[in-house]
């Protein structure tokens, strides 16, 4: 019997996915643990393993092929004896059409006429639509709908077509005055997006961009984050003279065995240990109920040619920053690979984003839900500083935590900026 091979879900969030690139080839014999096809999640891009054992029978999904739903059968296997050539792919085989047309065969010729005669109802809803967008600046729909024009039935002297100021100051109302207007209304109203090519078209040479699944799940993720979590940001500015030093010092005597530490090396231990000395801002809103986490996995922002992501440093808090260090470079690598596992990318407790490496000063980075919260990292600078009650100048360094005030309050998340500045200004904390 043929063996349907469907979409596969590689992460818990994966609703659909890219068929990247087929392994193998029809015809060829499939083992439990072969390699069949690189699958792009809106994460990364993973390797698809058989489970089952057979030849392979039939391709139904192409590669290249974007938005494939998990659950949808991609290919055929035919079982041991069975002849390749008189596989049907399985598609076919579960196609209910066959009980459908019974149905229709055996039922009175008058129980289906109910079915298609609610459809013409709406149609006159729908007066002078052309089928497609009325493309017109605002001013002239402005106009148009002060002097109850349709604008389905003016002609645009602008780029593609586009309707003008000029096209509708000169044109006099129709008798079909009042669906113009609701038809201006449906054209100014904000709730219905415009078609993605025709969104920002002012006659502009542009290109078009597919938005690729990870910039879709970020575009979706951050858009509810900011509408869903209240956020409050606390900015504390520390200095860096005491952790710089230490870094030194602590890359000499590590050069032999190859290692060199990195500010944000540091700055990760230095967060996870402020959570485990505030554990409540190491929680997590979950409806009615709160988690409280026992340690600190810490989520580092990595910028890759498709977007961010998010790999974890679990357990931060314990590890030394030798072995931080190593993980890092190790997650940062395969991430702007596309190679990360699920378990690597997926959970973490807080989050830390830095740009220090770009020059930004300071920002507000927007929480990665469900996480409670995410520190944001500007570029370490001398800057005049007092010290000992006389004005210096200091490397100092802007850190702003972003904090989901359904989770933290204020004072809390006061308490865990404070002592991650304790920690930064005397990094021996983070060795001991």
Known sequence: MPIAIKMPALSPTMEEGTLS?????VGDTISAGDIMAEIETDKATMEFEAVDEGTLAHIAVEEGTEGVAVGTIIATLAEEGEDVANVQPAGAAESPAPAVSEEKDTAPAAA???TPTPSPAPAPAAPAASGDRIIASPLAKRIAADKGLDLSTIKGSGPRGRIVKADVEGAQPGAASAPAASAVEKELAPSVPPKAAEAQDFGIPHDVEKLSGMRKTIARRL???????PHIYLTVDCRLDAL??????LNAALEPQG??????????????????????????FAGDQMLKFSRADISV?????NGLITPIVTDA?????????????????RAKDG???PEEYQGGTASLSNMGMFGIKQFEAVINPPQGMIMAVGAGEKRPYVIDDSLQIASVMSATGSFDHRAIDGADGAQLMKAFRELVEAPLGLVA
């Open 339 to 341: 190679k990360l596992a």
């Open 223 to 229: 858009t509810e984050s900011k509408q869903q979590v």
């Open 317 to 333: 808090g314990s590890k030394a920053m030798s072995k931080i260090s190593a993980e890092m470079k190790d997650l940062a690598a």
């Open 259 to 284: 290692i060199k530490l990195s500010v944000n090396d540091m700055l990760i231990k230095a967060l996870a240990k402020s959570l485990e000395q505030v554990p409540a801002c190491n929680v997590q």
């Open 112 to 114: 289906p006429a109910p």
């Open 244 to 249: 710089l030093k230490l870094r030194g010092e």
């Open 301 to 305: 922002a990595v910028s890759i040619p």
């Open 21 to 25: 690139k087929w392994l193998v080839s």
